[in-house]
Every structure is written in C-alpha cells, then in structure tokens.
C-alpha cells in the first residue's frame, strides 16, 4: 500500500504498535468501530483530509519511518504536509543555489523540460486519434456485418465521415504544428521565449484534447482559482496532487524545491517542484481527468458548486483518488529508461536526475511518454 488516503469525516487515527488504526463511525452498521488498520511497513506516503484527527504519537510514528503526510481540504486544496527531517544535505543546496541563479544553466535545463512536455502532448493526441480512428473502424465494420433488420447500438451515434474527416484534419493540423515546434525550441535564447513556446503549445493542444471529451462535459479553456467546471475541477485536483508528491520527493533528495529554473522562484510556492511535473501533465493529468469522464466513473452528481468555482466533492474525490493511485503505481516498460517501471517511480527520478544534472546537465532527462 504505497498510499493510504483517508477521506472519511470525523475519523481518529491511533497508533497501536506498529500499526495506524483507524477509528469512526461504520456508515453501514452507524456504530463507532475500527475501520482499517494500516501496518506502517506498508505505508510510503499518508495523505488524509482537515477533518480526520490524527494523534500525536501516530504522526511521530509516521514521520519516523520517512512517511510524508498531505492534508487536503474538503474542496481538495492543499492545506500543507508533515516532511521527515532532512538535515544532511548541505552541499548540495550549495550547489543547487549556484546553478539557479545561472543563466545558462537555468536556460538549458528549462529547454529540456519543455521539449519533453511538448512531445508528451503531441504524444497524447497522437494516440488519442489513433484509438478513436481504431475504435471508429471496429463499429463501422461491425454495422457491414450486421444481420438485415438488426438494430445498431443505441449508446453510440452514427458515425458522420464528413465530420469525422474535418476533425482529423485538425488533429493533424494540430500534430504538424506541435512537430514544427521543436526548431524554434532550440533556438530560444531566454527562458521567457520558452515560456512563451509553452504557451502556445499547451493552448494548441487543449483545443484537441477537448475534443475527445464526453459532449455533457465541455471544456472550452483552463481555469484554475476557481476551477469553473468538472473537467478542470479535476487537472487542477490531479495537477495537485502530483505536484506535492514532487514537493515530498525534492526534500527527500536533498534539493530545495523553492528554487525554480522554468518557475522563477517567488515566495509561495514550490517553484522547482512545478519544474519537474511539467513533462507530466498530459501524460499523467489530463490523461486521467480524460479517462474519468470517459468512462463515466465521474459525472455530475460527483461534483459541487463551492464559494464561485466547482469542485469534487467527498464521493467524487474517493473515486479520483483510487484511479489516481491505480495509474500512479500501473507498472509499463519505458523506452526511455529501459527498463519497467511506474509513473511514481518516474517522478521520484526526475529529482534524482536533476541533483545530478547540477554537475553535469546532461544527466537530467525529463520524463517522456513511449
């Protein structure tokens, strides 16, 4: 169990020998009783919401075994985390202080991680159209040989070719573009003209990536303070919930994640942490929000409106967190690494790859999707 989330109102998490017990009320017997238990061997990471009570000696305990503890809010903001002690890394920070606040550096490495992110989104789109051309391919040829006076599948429309053809003309247009990207990549002289490659890019490819949604779901732009519907309710929960693993596995290599190259660093926020999930957004973010609705495992009665903006609410959040955690831990074999691997374990590298990369950049190679 990598990751225990307790999402539960009202619920007590006691320390019994070396395991967390959890205590409150059993929704279906309504009686105060013992509703898990959680062996601390088995526990990498403790993510739990503002109203669960968690006793002194259980976070000790948590803390001791290098077990980092996010605390969420009922409209899934992040609150703050409990960090293991870290005191052993000195020169490194040295190091990494040094190399922020060189130019060159910062520009080189800012130019890595964007030239990843943006082959990951065209990446995505590419095998999204792939899938639905496949897709679209099997239904077609399942109606040719369908029986005279056989009914088609009501749950799916007809296929319209016209309007088939003009939206893989954009999904090409948008792959083409997104290809002719990478030269002027290479060419940036600050990191605002990355920025501003960025930019584009990531507007270029959420208008394609949109267009895959389930139409009861809309999503005409990002908007995230507040997010105003459930398709960013949700990459903004994900998008969070990413970024403080990436806080959480900074500190544990020794590397302040305040100090941003991409980011500028600014008082508030976890600068290079924001750095190093970019190449994961569309891989890892947008891919699931995409899933969710697709697969109708999220829909409307999962969602709330909340002080201007939408948010999942407590059921919503049970589900996004367990296909958060079943993607997170999913083993594959990356071409890149060569060997198999998860999406976590991923993460946890490009921390590791960057605190080499302080010496020689090369070594830092941002996370690409096959």
């Not at 990494?96 to 060189?102: G, K, P, V």
């Not at 490819?205 to 267009?211: D, K, N």
Request: proline share 6%.
């Amino acid at each position: 169990m990598p990751t225990a989330v307790i999402n539960q109102s009202d619920v007590r998490v006691h320390l019994i020998g070396e395991r967390l017990q959890v205590c409150g009320r059993n929704e279906q017997t309504d009686r105060d009783e013992v509703l898990r238990e959680i062996p601390l061997r088995d526990l990498d990471r403790l993510i739990i919401s503002e109203s669960v009570h968690l006793t002194t000696p259980a976070l000790a305990a948590v803390l001791r075994d290098a077990v980092p503890v996010q605390v969420f809010s009922w409209s899934g903001t992040f609150l703050g985390s409990f960090l293991p002690a870290q005191n052993h890394h000195g020169l490194c920070r040295l190091s990494q202080y040094r190399r922020t606040l060189d130019s060159a550096f910062a520009l080189e490495m800012s130019g890595r991680i964007i030239t990843a992110k943006i082959y990951n989104q065209r990446r995505v789109i590419q095998r999204l159209a792939a899938s639905r051309n496949s897709d679209l391919g099997v239904m077609n040829s399942e109606l040719k040989a369908a029986p005279a006076g056989a009914s088609p599948d009501q749950s799916a429309p007809p296929a319209n070719p016209s309007e088939i053809r003009i939206q893989n003309s954009e999904i090409k247009n948008t792959l083409q573009w997104l290809d002719s990207i990478f030269s002027s990549l290479k060419q940036s002289r600050t990191i605002d003209e990355l920025r501003g490659y960025e930019g584009a890019s990531t507007a270029r490819y959420f208008h394609a990536w949109s267009g895959f949604l389930p139409e009861e779901f809309p999503f005409e732009r990002r908007s995230t303070r507040p997010p105003l519907n459930p398709v960013n309710a949700c990459i903004s929960f994900g998008s969070t919930l990413l970024y403080n693993e990436a806080v959480a596995f900074i500190h544990a290599h020794g590397l302040d994640p305040a100090l941003g190259l991409l980011h500028a660093t600014e008082d508030g926020r976890w600068s290079l942490a924001l750095d190093l999930i970019e190449p994961f957004r569309p891989v890892f973010v947008e891919a699931l929000a995409l899933d969710l609705f697709s697969h109708q495992i999220l829909n409307g009665k999962h969602f709330e409106p909340k002080n201007g903006g939408v948010y999942l609410n407590e059921e919503g959040r049970k589900k996004f967190f367990l296909q958060y955690e079943r993607r997170m831990e999913r083993q594959f074999l990356s071409e890149s690494a060569g060997h198999r691997t998860t999406l976590r374990q991923q993460l946890e590298d490009q921390a590791v790859m960057f605190k080499s990369g302080l010496e020689a950049p090369e070594k830092f190679e941002p996370f690409l999707m096959n």
